[in-house]
């Protein structure tokens, strides 16, 4: 048997004997001093400790917060388009001849109706007077077919008498079958002629139709010699050159009318129930000008590849300012929304990844409520999704959930 683990057992329970058993004499030995009564002062500051400390979980946790009330803001819905002129339209020649008319020069203003470009007349003068004698001449045949029916109408009644008196002395026997035939015969050519006179009158007529459709197409022509404006504008190219030979169908000039003028902008499919015909717009152009207008126009057919609906707001342009082409950013108002300015800051996300608020409740306990953003502007951003007066945690919203207590310490909220 082994000394050593003996004394070491022994060792160890004489410590143990003097711990517990002479635990006095031993704090003495010591130089220890212990005493039976706890001294009253030091157990009301540890009382007192230990009361701050359940009553700190019972106030709530420290927030800043504001008090919002919701606000009603203008919405409005913001694309890219481009002006666009109000006409175009490339003016061509009906006819063909020789310019003989003065170019004008692109750039320049035309009014409605304004000669543009003059043809050659050539033979067409003649053709119209050649028209016009033919005219007179079938217009002078009525007369005769008049006659020639009057003539045949006295030939019938004529005819007539010398059928009746020719019935009456065949049936007392004065006369024979056959002079009553012959006045039978006489008749029919009186009525058969009234019918051919009666035709003649349907051609003479047809004749003056077709003298007057040659006037008409002959002054027509004519006409055509004569290129004009259709409409006020200006000018986007230069008028056909003096002497050039024009065919039907040759551009004489192309004319643009600005004003007014269009924006043509896509609305996305998304926002296009925001937008409506007569709504208030306003664009800014590349130069930094700012124009206003309305919206005159909204397909109802969205495009095939991008799904958006084409928009036209027309814009006055006395003044001619605005071009063909530029590009705008326009901005098309909309139904105001009620929404809350918060800042930025106070945004935050759920376990779920939501964008929203963290809100106290009637009972100063923080809640989380989701938000919609409308607009962020310098002063914050608009959100909606809320209550019309809701308590927003601005500062602090990151330390609390759902549920958890809280001492709101409220600031001024943004106007």
Same mark, same amino acid.
């Given at each position: 048997?082994?000394?050593?683990?003996?004394?070491?057992?022994?060792?160890?329970?004489?410590?143990?004997?003097?711990?517990?058993?002479?635990?006095?004499?031993?704090?003495?030995?010591?130089?220890?001093?212990?005493?039976?009564?706890?001294?009253?002062?030091?157990?009301?500051?540890?009382?007192?400790?230990?009361?701050?400390?359940?009553?700190?979980?019972?106030?709530?946790?420290?927030?800043?917060?504001?008090?919002?009330?919701?606000?009603?803001?203008?919405?409005?819905?913001?694309?890219?388009?481009?002006?666009?002129?109000?006409?175009?339209?490339?003016?061509?020649?009906?006819?063909?001849?020789?310019?003989?008319?003065?170019?004008?020069?692109?750039?320049?203003?035309?009014?409605?109706?304004?000669?543009?470009?003059?043809?050659?007349?050539?033979?067409?003068?003649?053709s119209l007077a050649e028209a016009r004698a033919r005219l007179t001449? +079938? $217009?002078?045949?009525?007369?005769? !077919? %008049? #006659? &020639? =029916? /009057?003539? *045949?109408?006295?030939?019938?009644?004529?005819?007539? @008498?010398?059928?009746?008196?020719?019935?009456?002395?065949?049936?007392?026997?004065?006369?024979?079958?056959?002079?009553?035939?012959?006045?039978?015969?006489?008749?029919?050519?009186?009525?058969?002629?009234?019918?051919?006179?009666?035709?003649?009158?349907?051609? +003479? $007529?047809?004749?003056?139709?077709? !003298? %007057? #459709? &040659? =006037? /008409?197409? *002959?002054?027509?022509?004519?006409?055509?010699?004569? @290129?004009?404006?259709?409409?006020?504008?200006?000018?986007?190219?230069?008028?056909?050159?003096?002497?050039?030979?024009?065919?039907?169908?040759?551009?004489?000039?192309?004319?643009?009318?600005?004003?007014?003028?269009?924006?043509?902008?896509?609305?996305?499919?998304?926002?296009?129930?925001?937008?409506?015909?007569? #709504?208030?717009?306003?664009?800014?152009?590349?130069?930094?000008?700012?124009?206003?207008?309305?919206?005159?126009?909204?397909?109802r057919s969205a495009d095939e590849t991008t799904r958006t609906f084409?928009?036209?707001?027309?814009?006055?342009?006395?003044?001619?300012?605005?071009?063909?082409?530029?590009?705008?950013?326009?901005?098309?108002?909309?139904?105001?929304?009620?929404?809350?300015?918060?800042?930025?800051?106070?945004?935050?996300?759920?376990?779920?990844?939501?964008?929203?608020?963290?809100?106290?409740?009637?009972?100063?306990?923080?809640?989380?409520?989701?938000?919609?953003?409308?607009?962020?502007?310098?002063?914050?951003?608009?959100?909606?999704?809320?209550?019309?007066?809701?308590?927003?945690?601005?500062?602090?919203?990151?330390?609390?959930?759902?549920?958890?207590?809280?001492?709101?310490?409220?600031?001024?909220?943004?106007?």
């Amino acid at each position: 048997m082994k000394i050593i683990p003996v004394i070491s057992a022994v060792v160890v329970l004489a410590a143990l004997y003097f711990a517990v058993l002479e635990r006095d004499r031993l704090m003495e030995f010591a130089g220890v001093t212990t005493t039976d009564a706890a001294d009253p002062e030091t157990d009301a500051a540890a009382e007192e400790t230990l009361a701050e400390e359940n009553e700190a979980p019972a106030q709530g946790v420290g927030v800043v917060a504001i008090r919002s009330v919701a606000q009603t803001i203008d919405s409005a819905v913001i694309l890219r388009g481009r002006t666009e002129a109000a006409r175009q339209v490339t003016v061509a020649a009906e006819t063909s001849g020789l310019v003989i008319s003065e170019p004008l020069r692109k750039g320049a203003t035309v009014e409605a109706g304004q000669e543009m470009c003059r043809l050659d007349p050539g033979t067409r003068e003649a053709s119209l007077a050649e028209a016009r004698a033919r005219l007179t001449e +079938a $217009e002078g045949r009525v007369p005769e !077919a %008049q #006659a &020639a =029916v /009057a003539e *045949a109408n006295a030939r019938v009644r004529e005819a007539e @008498i010398n059928l009746n008196a020719a019935s009456r002395l065949s049936q007392d026997g004065f006369a024979s079958e056959t002079t009553l035939v012959s006045a039978q015969a006489a008749m029919d050519g009186a009525q058969a002629g009234v019918q051919r006179a009666n035709s003649g009158i349907k051609s +003479a $007529e047809a004749g003056i139709e077709a !003298a %007057q #459709a &040659a =006037v /008409a197409a *002959a002054e027509r022509e004519i006409e055509r010699l004569t @290129i004009e404006a259709p409409f006020a504008g200006l000018l986007e190219t230069d008028t056909a050159e003096l002497g050039s030979l024009m065919q039907p169908g040759t551009p004489c000039a192309t004319i643009i009318q600005l004003d007014p003028i269009k924006l043509v902008g896509f609305v996305p499919e998304i926002d296009v129930h925001k937008v409506s015909v007569g #709504a208030v717009a306003g664009a800014r152009l590349t130069n930094g000008d700012e124009v206003q207008g309305t919206v005159t126009f909204l397909s109802r057919s969205a495009d095939e590849t991008t799904r958006t609906f084409q928009v036209e707001v027309t814009v006055a342009n006395a003044d001619m300012a605005i071009s063909d082409g530029q590009t705008a950013e326009i901005v098309i108002a909309s139904d105001g929304r009620t929404a809350h300015l918060i800042a930025q800051s106070s945004l935050t996300l759920d376990d779920d990844g939501v964008l929203g608020v963290r809100t106290i409740d009637a009972n100063n306990t923080a809640a989380f409520m989701p938000v919609t953003l409308l607009r962020d502007t310098a002063e914050g951003v608009w959100v909606t999704d809320l209550p019309d007066e809701v308590d927003i945690i601005t500062v602090g919203q990151e330390f609390v959930t759902d549920g958890v207590r809280v001492a709101p310490t409220f600031a001024e909220a943004k106007g």
